[in-house]
């Protein structure tokens, strides 16, 4: 008898319930889908603190925080460093956002943004850089892949105050 051949990872699209998650964070908290019910949500995924692209990103959210929060959205950054990582982050560039701690990248994976990269030839996994727009009701109402980090928290606000 054949064996079947692992079925690959549905690729979310906008109307898709949001995956839940439940992540340690910098500050020694957590974070979860279920305990931000009701609330809209910003999920922004980074391959790495205190590198300049991710950094710049973080910042952008951050310059945008008040905003985001008179929106009524909660922002949230996530990326496989650990909680201690972000700590140091957040304290360098005085950064407001929540970030959280996916070392085993199992949050990753469901949002289809743990990913095979490739940089001079040679092939590795990694963080696709992604943002995603998620209603108080757990439904995803927007997706950024590949996100160019210039502009793009200025483009996310923009889309949560429509909401």
């Known amino acids: 008898m054949a064996t079947a051949e692992p079925k690959a990872p549905k690729v979310l699209e906008v109307g898709d319930k949001a995956p839940s998650f439940s992540l340690p964070t910098d500050g020694g908290g957590k974070v979860s889908l279920a ?10 995924f980074y391959p790495k603190d205190d ?7 973080a910042i952008a959210f951050t310059q945008n925080a ?21 700590d140091k982050f957040k304290s360098k560039y005085e950064l407001d956002v929540t970030l959280g701690s996916d070392e085993d990248t199992k949050t990753d994976q469901a949002y289809g943004v743990w990913v ?19 209603d108080g009701k757990g ?8 996100v160019k980090v210039p502009g793009h928290a200025a483009e996310v606000l923009k889309f949560v105050t429509s909401l």
């Open 51 to 57: 590198t300049s692209g991710c950094t710049a990103e």
């Open 116 to 134: 095979e990269k490739s940089l001079y030839g040679r092939r590795y996994m990694g963080m696709e850089r992604a943002t995603f727009a998620i």
């Open 66 to 86: 008040k905003a985001f929060k008179a929106a009524g959205a909660v922002v949230v950054g996530v990326s496989k460093d650990s909680p201690a990582s972000h």
């Open 35 to 44: 305990q931000l019910k009701g609330k809209s949500v910003v999920l922004y």
């Open 139 to 146: 439904v995803i109402r927007a997706i950024w892949r590949k």
